[in-house]
């Protein structure tokens, strides 16, 4: 446990003192500020559904950024040599850049929470949607953070590792779309279960269903659980 | 301390380790010496945890590193070729880092972070991000890192790589103080290194130990026993030194002019003998003298005559 606090630390701390949390959370900020806009003059009505529904494509392709740093450039700079030879566990390692990465996460939702302030100012919104949407995306973000890390393992080349990451995630976001073009109905429902947008659509509509929480735990833990692999088996090569 | 029984390492078909066996006592510093390539890095890797072997045992600090690597790490302190250094990070807070992932107890940090600071010549750069740290200065905290938990072992390969000479001597004199009860691996291809700061001397090539003992026994193995060198001027000299009993061997080395320049084998010292034959046979005596091989000689005498004798082991390439 000790071990996990220590890179937590390391991991937030290399974060700030360098520009990129910075310009992840201003990237971030304004695109959500420009979905908020956009989703109040379209639609006319004082809910986040558009602003939500687009952050989750955002953080597709913004997070696999924020999280390729993290055990390609432990191999490339050397210290990934450091860590090993140190007493600690591997498992303690992938955990406390996981959490660092989600912190960073929890942070820019922080941000945007100024959203439904002004909601609540000039309009009335429905609250219950409007936190269970913030769930959805919440363990959206800790899922594509975990396949960013499995992404990071695979390379040392930072920038790989991002295109890697965001290569990963968008088919889980397509094949929600691919449904339409099968009749195959067993096919169809594979796809189905299989695709983000699926399992996001419950919390987007106030509703949170255990098969969508257990879609969320299993797609981060089969991720970690891939980067414990290559990580372990990065050793025997 | 350190045991090493039949270690190898197989990296696909090639075979970076082959066959290792030595012992690193507690307290002594052993130089693991050997040209580039020839798995001194691959063999410290093993050592501290980083590489899992092929075949073979090693027992670090009293643990096996295969079955308990965990309480190896704890006890090791170790250097890798290139400081593994942060560069986000300032001197301290990487100190302070590695102080909590190598377990120093929390109270104990800042005071152990300090105090290897001062050690090695770091006071007052605390406050210094890695990233801005000169060569020297990186290999310094990389030093600083390896001994931030007090280990009972020290690994360091290639510590005073890329240092300037003052600096050099900085470490190693560092290194002899470090020493009393700890026990250091190092390895270098610097071979005055080795003569300045350690005991023992593993000589590596090719992935196997080619020599092994005290530096004195590793000279002595390399030159095949005491050498005597002597210039002298007289008649028959080669006939006449080679007959005294002493003497092993005798070959002329080309001298200059009037003086004739031998090489000298011997069993006993030859030099009362040959001054005495000297004195009756009315030679001119310029020099007699005790040949000490340095290190590189005996380095260069054992690596030299290595590729052929070890060809047939690397046949499964």
């Not at chain 1, 499995?150 to 397509?174: E, K, R």
């Not at chain 2, 196997?208 to 005597?228: K, N």
Request: proline fraction near 5%.
């Amino acid at each position: 446990m000790t071990a996990v606090w220590a890179i937590f630390k390391k991991e937030l701390r290399i974060y700030f003192v360098s520009p990129l949390a910075y310009v992840f959370l201003s990237v971030f900020l304004f695109l959500s500020g420009l979905f908020f806009y956009l989703g109040l003059t379209v639609n006319g009505e004082a809910s986040l559904r558009v602003m939500l529904g687009n952050l989750a494509i955002t953080m597709l392709f913004v997070l696999p950024m924020l999280t390729m740093r993290h055990f390609a450039e432990e191999q490339k700079a050397g210290t990934f040599e450091l860590l090993m030879t140190s007493p600690v566990p591997l498992g303690s390692l992938i955990l406390g850049k996981w959490a660092a990465s989600i912190v960073l996460c929890l942070l820019m939702f922080l941000g945007t929470l100024i959203f439904p302030a002004v909601l609540a100012y000039y309009g009335d919104p429905d609250w219950g949607v409007m936190a269970t949407s913030y769930l959805g995306l919440i363990l959206c973000s800790f899922a594509f953070c975990a396949a960013g890390l499995f992404a990071s393992s695979l390379t040392t080349d930072q920038v790989a590792a991002g295109l890697a990451g965001i290569i990963i995630l968008l088919p889980f976001w397509l094949i929600g779309s691919a449904t339409s073009f099968t009749t195959n109905e067993t096919l169809r429902q594979i796809l189905e279960s299989a695709a983000l947008l699926t399992h996001l659509r419950g919390f987007t509509r106030g509703v949170i269903d255990s098969a969508d929480l257990a879609y969320f735990a299993s797609f981060s833990f089969i991720f970690l659980f891939l980067t414990y692999r290559t990580l372990e088996s990065r050793r025997w090569r | 301390m350190i045991e090493v029984k039949a270690l190898c390492k197989r990296y696909g078909p090639l075979l970076a380790v082959k066959d290792l066996d030595f012992h690193v006592g507690k307290g002594s510093i052993l130089g693991f010496i050997g040209p580039n390539g020839a798995g001194k890095t691959t063999t410290m890797r093993i050592l501290t945890g980083y590489l899992p072997a092929t075949s073979g045992d090693a027992w670090v600090a009293g643990f096996d590193v295969f079955e308990s690597p965990m309480e190896v790490k704890r006890r090791v302190g170790y250097l890798p070729e290139r400081p593994p250094l942060y560069p986000e990070l300032s001197v301290g807070d990487y100190l302070y880092f590695v102080a909590e992932i190598r377990r120093v107890p929390a109270r104990e940090r800042y005071r152990r972070v300090g105090e290897v600071m001062e050690l090695v010549g770091l006071s007052g750069w605390e406050r210094r991000l890695l990233g801005s740290l000169s060569k020297g200065y990186r290999q310094r905290v990389g030093l600083a890192q390896a001994l931030v938990h007090d280990p009972q072992v020290l690994i360091l390969d290639e510590p005073t790589s890329g240092l300037d000479p003052g600096q050099t001597v900085g470490i190693r004199e560092l290194l002899r103080d470090l020493g009393g009860d700890r026990t250091v691996i190092l390895s270098t291809h610097i071979l005055a290194e080795v003569e300045a700061a350690c005991d023992h001397v593993v000589l590596i090539n090719q992935g196997r130990i080619v020599a092994s003992g005290s530096l004195e026994q590793v000279r002595h193995e390399a030159t095949g026993g005491i050498v005597y060198g002597a210039e002298l001027q007289g008649e028959d000299i080669i006939m006449a030194v080679a007959e005294l009993e002493e003497t092993t061997r005798v070959e002329p080395l080309p001298g200059d002019g009037a003086f004739q320049a031998l090489k000298i084998w011997a069993d006993s010292d030859p030099r009362p003998a040959i001054a005495r034959l000297a004195a009756n046979s009315g030679w001119q005596v310029r020099a007699l003298e005790k040949i000490t091989p340095s290190l590189e000689d005996a380095f260069l005498a054992i690596v030299g005559r290595e590729p052929s004798a070890h060809r047939p082991g690397r046949s499964s390439r």
